[in-house]
């Protein structure tokens, strides 16, 4: 069965640290790959997408993630996080049938 | 200028009433979703439709109904038969092989 498991419910990082989100899937062949940013009461915004080539995809608002098919993973980073980022962020898995969604990490910005 | 537009973005209703959430779009997508959002509980898929006057069931369809007569227009009703109706509830496209876009969202109580 198809599945994507974001481990990390809720995290708080300083403003201007480092941020990883974490996100492994389980499908039967390497996927389409995206993460998605959703503001409190608003649709989500598609931050990047992995369909093939170079493993590491360069996104929207500073972000990257690296797909790695061996660890099944496709992690989200960013260098220096800033307040707006604050947000929920979803992983989300699939070729040509409908995405298969995580529940989503969290993101609280501190001073 | 394109996009996706759900209404009402606040519903409320009383229990045992059936109501109807809209879902246009003007990007000339072929496939269309609904997906219900609770807290900690990422995106379920509803129901999604491939093409005209066709619609498949998703992960949690009970309760639900679509009708796709139009490209455009994917309204979702949510009957007296399901059990938690209150919840935020998002329309989507997609067209091949390309990131599902989101709308920006219908926020449904029933009390």
């Known amino acids: 069965a198809q599945s994507v498991t974001q481990p990390d419910i809720h995290i708080t990082v300083s403003e201007g640290a480092s941020l990883e989100l974490r996100c492994n899937y389980s499908?039967?062949?390497?996927?389409?790959l995206f993460w998605y940013v959703q503001s409190p009461g608003q649709g989500l915004q598609l931050l990047l997408k992995y369909f093939s080539g170079d493993t590491l995809v360069q996104g929207i608002k500073g972000f990257e993630a690296e797909f790695k098919r061996s660890q099944s993973s496709f992690n989200l980073r960013k260098p220096s996080v800033h307040w707006s980022d604050a947000a929920e962020y979803f992983c989300?898995?699939?070729?040509?049938?409908?995405?298969?969604f995580g529940k989503g990490t969290r993101l609280s910005v501190i001073a | 200028d394109g996009g996706i537009t759900q209404s009402p973005k606040y519903l409320f209703r009383k229990e045992g009433q059936n109501v109807t959430l809209s879902c246009e779009q003007n990007?000339?997508?072929?496939?269309m979703y609904w997906y219900r959002q609770d807290p900690g509980q990422g995106l379920r898929l509803i129901y999604y439709?491939?093409?005209?006057?066709?619609?498949q069931k998703g992960d949690i369809a009970e309760g639900y109904s679509v009708s796709r007569e139009k490209k455009e227009s994917f309204p979702l009703t949510v009957t007296s038969a399901q059990k938690n109706p209150t919840a935020f509830y998002l329309c989507a496209t997609r067209t091949e092989a390309s990131p599902l876009h989101f709308g920006n969202g219908t926020r449904l109580t029933v009390t």
């Open positions: 439709s491939q093409i005209v006057n066709d619609f």
């Open positions: 989300a898995v699939g070729l040509n049938t409908p995405l298969v």
């Open positions: 990007l000339n997508h072929d496939a």
């Open positions: 499908y039967g062949a390497t996927p389409y």
